[in-house]
């Protein structure tokens, strides 16, 4: 990799146009418009239009569409676990992380348009793209993640961190907003026609920040390539190895594989607890109300990101991550106890989006801070996703579980509840410690 000016203007703005590219798929296709859309196609109706059952045959058994949904993220999710680590360690040997950081971002942005043709008719085969548009995100992050503490100074990285989460949300619900005026102004039959808008939003607004951000330092043309795979396990295995010698890395790791699992969880099934659980006036409402809640989160998110940032130059990371996991546990016990109404909603949406994006941008920041002085990048970045995806994966899976067993979503919450207490209680082991800066 090329070295890179730390807090370069020029580099840092290429670089949180990513956020402001790739936010899109989360936001449009795994929390507002595709959830709605997939419960819309895979629900029975009756002749008045009514829906009169959410069941959906799904590899010859009968499911709950949105557990059906949970499951296959969760799958998504551990492709990337799989592939990511020894990935991460070809491109930190090759010095070539900007052509993996591509791949996926194409992978992801054509997956999402080929959303486009979904159908309950074929569903198996309408998830592959899917799962493929997912792992072209999540495993696009690893990389660009990785870009941070060689960016930016390590004072400074706080509030790069919080600047590309709030480009992120920007930009993302600049897109919400198009492709609602198109649903609610055209015609609800053009709902679709949003995921062709995902892929070329992300493709596009990408390539101002590849022609940027440094690729391949020529010295690392003439490194050896036969082996691939067996050097990426070696530089992985050499990461591992510091990590464990690192306690605070250590212990970081393990607290954000716990309450990022909360976090991550509510964001995959917002949507689907609130089409289920919360009493609505009639389903144009539902839809109505779902998305101004989507959009508060996201606005709200751009507030928080920076907010947090702010209070972390007072009172320090582990403190902030602190805060922001307190107010996640009371988020739970609210949603469990009282929300059922459309206003209880809103009132989840306000808050979940004040520290969704301060706890985003300060737990990047925060494992950025961490690091030893290294040129593996990448790998090390690989193992945050790891944790931040073998979280995911838990939390919806178990969400899911829950869910069918106890015939509703809203028991799952305490799940959520026990997984943020718990992360809760390993930072506070570190906020002990203060042998780092953080």
């Known amino acids: 990799m090329a070295i890179i000016k730390k807090d370069d203007p020029k580099i840092i703005k290429a670089w949180t146009f990513y956020d402001w590219a790739n936010s899109v798929f989360p936001l449009v296709i795994t929390s507002a418009i595709f959830p709605n859309f997939y419960d819309a196609v895979t629900s029975t109706k009756n002749e008045a239009g009514e829906i009169i059952s959410h069941t959906v045959n799904f590899l010859g058994r009968d499911f709950e569409n949105q557990n059906i949904y949970s499951f296959v993220y969760a799958f998504a999710l551990s492709i990337v676990v799989l592939i990511s680590p020894v990935l991460s360690g070809i491109a930190d040997y090759l010095g070539n992380k900007k052509r993996f950081l591509q791949f996926f971002c194409y992978l992801g942005a054509l997956s999402s348009m080929c959303l486009f043709f979904f159908s309950k008719s074929h569903i198996e085969l309408s998830f592959i793209p899917f799962i493929t548009a997912t792992v072209g995100f999540w495993g696009s992050l690893v990389y660009y993640n990785s870009y941070l503490p060689q960016i930016a100074s390590e004072q400074n990285q706080d509030k790069v961190s919080a600047r590309g ?253 026990v997984y943020f207490i718990i992360g809760f209680i390993v930072l506070t082991s570190m906020e002990k410690d203060k042998s780092q800066n953080c």
């Open 165 to 417: 989460f709030a480009m992120g949300y920007f930009g993302s619900s600049l897109l919400l907003i198009i492709c609602l005026a198109i649903i609610m102004g055209i015609g609800r039959q053009y709902t679709k026609y949003s995921f062709l808008l995902v892929g070329l939003w992300w493709i596009g607004f990408a390539q101002y920040t590849f022609k940027i951000l440094p690729g391949t330092h020529p010295s690392n043309n003439t490194k050896e390539k036969k082996g691939l795979f067996l050097k990426g396990f070696k530089e992985i295995r050499i990461v591992f190895n510091q990590i464990l010698e690192i306690p605070q890395l250590k212990r970081f790791l393990t607290g954000y594989f716990f309450y990022n699992m909360g976090v991550q969880t509510v964001m995959v099934v917002a949507v689907l607890f609130a089409r289920n659980e919360i009493i609505w006036e009639n389903e144009k409402a539902k839809t109505t109300s779902l998305i101004i809640s989507i959009l508060i989160i996201q606005f709200v998110g751009i507030l928080g990101s920076f907010i947090f940032s702010k209070i972390s130059t007072q009172i320090g990371n582990i403190r902030s991550l602190m805060i922001a996991i307190f107010i996640w546990i009371f988020i739970c016990g609210f949603t469990y106890l009282v929300a059922r109404l459309p206003i209880h909603f809103y009132m989840v949406a306000f808050l979940v989006g004040f520290v969704m994006g301060g706890i985003q941008a300060l737990s990047r920041s925060t494992y950025s801070k961490l690091l030893p002085p290294t040129e593996d990048h990448t790998s090390f970045f690989s193992f945050y996703d790891v944790m931040e995806k073998l979280g995911m994966i838990l939390g919806t899976v178990t969400f899911g579980l829950i869910s069918e067993i106890m015939g509703g979503m809203r028991p799952s919450i305490l799940s959520l509840a």
